[in-house]
Nanobody
Framework: QVSLVESGGGLVQAGGSLRLSCSAS????????MGWYRQAPGKQRELVAM????????NFATSVKGRFTISTDSAKNTVYLQMNSLKPEDTAVYYC?????????WGRGTQVTVSS
């Protein structure tokens, strides 16, 4: 199994940037992919971005393409979400996700608030 710890959330003005980090521990060599989901108040949790363990494959929500990038540092077992040109509609709790041997593991979440 794996454990995930997020950091980097906060309050930012529209147009600003934030970088989220998620550090994995445990049996990290068996992680297939990692990424980020978000959940805004009253809405379902949605995929933001995912990256394969090799870093070769990525997937982004349409709403964040061109603004967000995802990367991984395998030496640190960490995945990063760089968020640029943030909009008020990006406000949500962001959850780190890892797919480990077919199972989903989640972090506790970090709040991102974008003010207009």
């Amino acid at each position: 199994q794996v454990s995930l710890v997020e950091s980097g959330g906060g309050l930012v003005q529209a147009g600003g940037s934030l970088r989220l980090s998620c550090s994995a521990s445990g049996k990290v060599s068996e992680i297939d992919a990692m990424g980020w989901y978000r959940q805004a108040p009253g809405k379902q949790r949605e995929l933001v971005a995912m990256i394969s363990a090799t870093g070769h494959n990525t997937n982004f929500a349409t709403s964040v393409k061109g603004r967000f990038t995802i990367s991984t540092d395998s030496a640190k077992n960490t995945v990063y979400l760089q968020m640029n040109s943030l909009k008020p509609e990006d406000t949500a709790v962001y959850y780190c996700n890892a797919i480990w041997v077919g199972y989903n593991f989640w972090g506790r979440g970090t709040q991102v608030t974008v003010s207009s």
